[in-house]
């Protein structure tokens, strides 16, 4: 993998176990569908380089594990994340009603205003749906559904780092010329009024 980029994005894939965030990091960073299911111990790494309007875009990917006994190391990289993917299973309704414990714990431990988006996954399983639509139309967050197994999971991956792209290009240094210092002004990027991911 090249080393130069544009710029570098960290982002966390945070939800209950079991909800397939593994298998969402590694169709994305390696376009395969992981059969194991074997839950990941503590956390798990995969870079990845994209092209956001003609910009190197390099990705620091962390997929979180969602046990209680691995919160210890899990909120320690909540505090440096510019990114949060709030990920449940579609087919698991506690892993769905759980998203506001996910996102009251990224409050607690991330004082940066990271973007934050949800991923309903496994989709493929229609029939064995626990999680209305009407339901997800009360997000209030830009949410996504995808199948690890079936689909390509790029759409909300590609959002998030575009989103957290603009906000980077959206800083506004002044010099000082009083002590040659810069003074580095955050300006929030324009969000659509209206989430136009979920059908």
């Not at 999971?153 to 957290?164: A, G, H, Q, T």
């Not at 906000?167 to 136009?196: A, C, H, L, T, W």
């Amino acid at each position: 993998m090249s080393s130069k980029y544009d710029y570098l994005v960290k982002l966390l894939l945070v939800g209950d176990s079991g909800v397939g965030k593994s298998s969402l990091l590694i169709k994305f960073a390696d376009n395969i569908f992981d059969f194991s299911g074997v839950p990941t111990i503590g956390i798990d790494f995969k870079l990845k380089i994209i092209n956001i309007n003609d910009k190197k875009v390099k990705l620091q990917l962390i997929d979180t594990a969602g046990q209680e006994r691995f919160r210890s190391i899990v909120h320690a990289h909540f505090r440096n994340a510019e990114g949060l993917i709030f990920v449940f299973d579609l087919t698991n309704r506690e892993s769905f009603e759980n998203i506001n414990y996910w996102l009251d714990y990224a409050e607690k431990y991330n004082s940066k205003k990271p973007v934050k988006i949800i991923i309903g996954n496994k989709s493929d399983m229609i029939d064995k749906r626990q999680v209305t639509k009407e339901e997800l139309e009360k997000l209030k967050l830009p949410y996504f559904e995808t199948s690890a197994k079936n689909d390509s999971v790029d759409e909300p991956f590609y959002n998030i780092s575009k989103l957290i792209v603009e906000q980077k290009k959206n800083i506004v240094i002044e010099n000082n010329n009083n002590n040659g210092d810069d003074i580095v002004k955050f300006v929030d990027p324009v969000r659509p009024s209206k989430n136009k991911c979920c059908k």
